[in-house]
């Protein structure tokens, strides 16, 4: 399981691979625990063995603005808070059950010292930023929605259409018309 993990960011020998396994924690999550309250700094970062997190800023007593979602086989932390090493504007939450690992940032630097092929880790962090790149093109919700289906389609599978409409920035109404018009293209 670990050197699956692991090749995805590089190359490591079997003794890198026993580093890594020993310095990751193994954590249980339940339901709508807080992993990460705003105002802390992060320190960590998680790979998501099973279930489904999201990040997200309280607009309002009710609403949420959802900034990340994430599922199973996927890293997650907050990477304003954890590059900066400032308090989270954000909070993230278990949106089901999670069984995850936990890599602390003092554990990565130890990995690092260790061997310098756990450089490669960066390749986690450089994700985080296709997610700006994703919001800074010029995408019609069409081709926002398109994006999701080709690229992560077991969100649309883990979060109800609200919480994916807000991390795609629409409304749920143009959502739904969006996918009314992929099942018409479809069906034509």
Not at 107 to 115: A, C, D, E, I, Q
Request: with cysteine; glycine share 4%; proline share 3%.
């Amino acid at each position: 399981m670990y050197s699956e993990i692991l090749r995805a960011t590089g190359t490591y020998t079997d003794e890198e691979e026993r580093l890594f396994e020993e310095a990751v924690m193994a954590l249980q999550i339940n339901r709508n625990e807080v992993i990460l309250h705003k105002g802390e700094v992060a320190k960590s970062i998680y790979y998501l063995l099973s279930g489904a997190v999201y990040q997200y800023e309280q607009v309002s007593q009710m609403d949420r603005n959802i900034i990340d979602l994430r599922v199973q086989n996927e890293w997650f932390f907050d990477y304003q808070s954890l590059i900066s090493q400032r308090p989270s504007e954000t909070y993230i939450q278990a949106f089901s059950d999670c069984h995850l690992l936990e890599l602390r940032l003092d554990t990565v630097h130890y990995l690092t010292g260790r061997s310098i092929a756990f450089l490669q880790l960066n390749k986690v962090l450089q994700g985080a930023s296709e997610r700006l790149r994703f919001f800074d093109q010029a995408m019609t919700p069409g081709e926002k929605y398109a994006f999701i289906l080709d690229n992560r389609p077991r969100l649309i599978q883990a979060f109800p259409l609200k919480m994916i409409a807000s991390y795609l920035k629409l409304t749920p109404e143009t959502l739904s018309r969006v996918r009314k018009s992929i099942i018409r293209t479809a069906i034509s």
